[in-house]
């Protein structure tokens, strides 16, 4: 399905998602995809962390088009283990186009010379090693598509599936999958796991950051674990605003 979005190029963003929403009310997340890629051909870029439920968005991206933009922003921090899955899944996928968005050198030296900012504020961490070095990446594409859930924390609960990021368009397709959604696909397309999941973590975000969740934890326990903090501030909401703790 391809919208016809000729009519409202110029207009808000907002008013771009409100159509859309409108347009592709109850969709497939596939049919989602497929229409965001053929409505806006060479403007998207998918967005991945190559986590513990990528391979879904990811696997549905390889259908349609393998050499779709991957951006991982990759914070110098990641597991050993999830770069690993990130070459695996890839070649699995056949994606031809992933791209690791790395935090700018010059950032690093001035603000995290000895790699230890993560321990005295976690936020401007995220800034320097997540939220700078895409927001960078992202300027050339006018949309990008996440695989953000409801399910996964309570900022994101009213989580739509088009949004508008800034001057950009966000699409989340699996905004309303749940976890057995997730599970199901995963086993219907026999899509490797991260190996981590085995371990304990089922949401993974950079190694110094996360730990194991234990049996009756929420499935984000074990990030920024013993803070209020929920998001790396990548997210926006539909207001514009960052989606994470003060």
Not at 52 to 60: P, Q, R, W
Not at 97 to 114: G, S, W, Y
Request: charged letters at 25%; one cysteine or more.
């Amino acid at each position: 399905m391809r919208l016809d979005m000729d009519g409202t190029r110029g207009a808000a963003v907002i008013d771009r998602a409100v159509a859309l929403r409108f347009a592709y009310d109850e969709a497939r997340a596939p049919d989602v995809l497929a229409g965001v890629l053929a409505t806006y051909p060479g403007e998207v870029a998918l967005v991945s962390s190559f986590g513990a439920e990528a391979a879904v968005l990811l696997h549905m991206a390889s259908e349609i088009d393998r050499d779709l933009p991957v951006l991982m922003v990759d914070t110098l921090m990641l597991f050993e283990e999830t770069l690993a899955y990130q070459r695996d899944l890839a070649a699995h996928l056949g994606l031809r186009n992933v791209q690791h968005i790395r935090p700018d050198p010059k950032d690093l030296t001035a603000l995290d010379p000895a790699n230890g900012l993560h321990q005295r504020d976690t936020d401007a961490c995220c800034v320097i090693r997540k939220v700078a070095p895409l927001d960078r990446a992202i300027v050339r594409y006018p949309v990008t598509i996440s695989g953000r859930k409801r399910f996964q924390a309570a900022s994101r609960a009213s989580l739509e599936v088009f949004e508008p990021d800034g001057p950009r368009l966000k699409v989340s397709p699996l905004a309303a999958w749940s976890p057995k959604d997730i599970l199901a696909y995963m086993d219907a397309h026999a899509l490797p796991r991260h190996p981590l999941v085995a371990q304990g973590f089922p949401s993974i975000g950079c190694a110094p950051c996360t730990t194991r969740v234990e049996a009756g934890e929420d499935a984000r326990a074990g990030r920024w674990r013993g803070t209020d903090k929920v998001e790396c501030g990548i997210h926006f909401g539909a207001d514009g605003q960052i989606l994470r703790a003060s």
